[in-house]
């Protein structure tokens, strides 16, 4: 009978240190991301950047490369799509890739600052305080990738013959894959910030990472053209490269598809990133601690 009196007064307790942990975490995710929102207002260069490098594939780019890249009916057209609208996938894809990768400069600058030392010893588990900052980055890239899509809609109006943009239904059909995607290339951007240990070194290793994610990717061009021309290494190189499936999985979404194995691509490759990263910023097992040992 005691016992049963324990129990019973002991569940209310664990629900409500449940409820506790749940708000407490959910005021820490609208710190950072608050946070996070009010830098980049704040930096107008950074903001105007992102939409800038877009916007200059759309309209100058496409405009060279259209009569020398003219895109045939390939899944998941039916028809004929000229180079302007196949492109914009991919350029939805830049906008969360040098965000993501951003990030990370974010996140080396507030290491060497000493702010990443004062959100990790914030009395919640490290991998939760990662993942709200995961998630802080990730709602801004989105948010620029819908600011792109607005952008080509007008343009679409402006210059019909050099503007594009994907059915209104689309825009519904993106916000997950668009969101998958930031999560991806944050996360990305989160390993790579354990690694990079001054900005010095950002520039140099971001070189080797966005470049050839992006240029190796269906982004531009469909992967079908390197087999033509007998780049077959190419080809597979970019099969196995996690942006070129977050690509896919967001233009097939814009016309009201699904791709099940690029969404499990980006799925397990967030995993492990996020994985990865957290090991890497534990100080008792991580990368850290190794580079703290190298000062």
Not at 17 to 25: D, K, N, P, Q, T
Not at 129 to 146: D, E, H, N, P, R
Request: net charge positive; hydrophobic share 55%; proline share 5%.
């Amino acid at each position: 009978m005691t016992v049963q009196a324990i129990d019973a007064g002991a569940q209310p307790a664990v629900s409500e240190v449940r409820a506790g942990w749940l708000l407490h975490s959910l005021l820490a995710l609208w710190a950072v991301t608050w946070r996070e929102w009010g830098k980049f207002i704040r930096q107008r260069g950074r903001w105007a950047s992102a939409l800038v490098r877009p916007i200059l594939w759309l309209v100058i780019f496409a405009a060279g490369f259209r009569s020398l890249l003219g895109v045939s009916i390939v899944p998941p057209y039916t028809t004929y799509v000229t180079y302007q609208e196949y492109i914009i996938p991919g350029l939805l894809g830049i906008v969360l890739l040098f965000y993501g990768m951003q990030s990370s400069l974010s996140m080396v600058y507030d290491r060497e600052m000493g702010m990443m030392r004062l959100l990790l010893t914030a009395p919640m588990p490290r991998w939760a305080l990662l993942f709200f900052k995961l998630m802080a980055a990730t709602f801004l890239s989105v948010g620029q990738a819908y600011a792109f899509l607005l952008i080509t809609f007008g343009f679409s109006f402006l210059m019909p013959n050099l503007g594009a943009a994907i059915p209104w239904t689309g825009w519904l059909y993106i916000f997950v894959p668009l969101f998958l995607g930031g999560l991806l290339l944050s996360s990305l951007g989160l390993l790579l910030s354990v690694y990079i240990r001054q900005l010095e070194n950002f520039a140099g290793t971001m070189n080797f990472v966005i470049f050839p994610m992006f240029f190796v990717s269906p982004a531009l061009y469909p992967l079908w053209k390197l087999r033509e021309v007998g780049a077959d290494y190419i080809y597979w190189v970019a099969l196995i490269n996690p942006f070129s499936h977050c690509i896919e999985l967001i233009r097939f979404a814009a016309y009201g598809d699904f791709q099940m194995v690029s969404f499990w691509v980006v799925i397990g490759c967030t995993a492990v990133f996020f994985v990865a990263a957290a090991v890497g910023y534990d100080p008792q097992r991580g990368m850290l601690r190794h580079i703290a040992r190298g000062r």
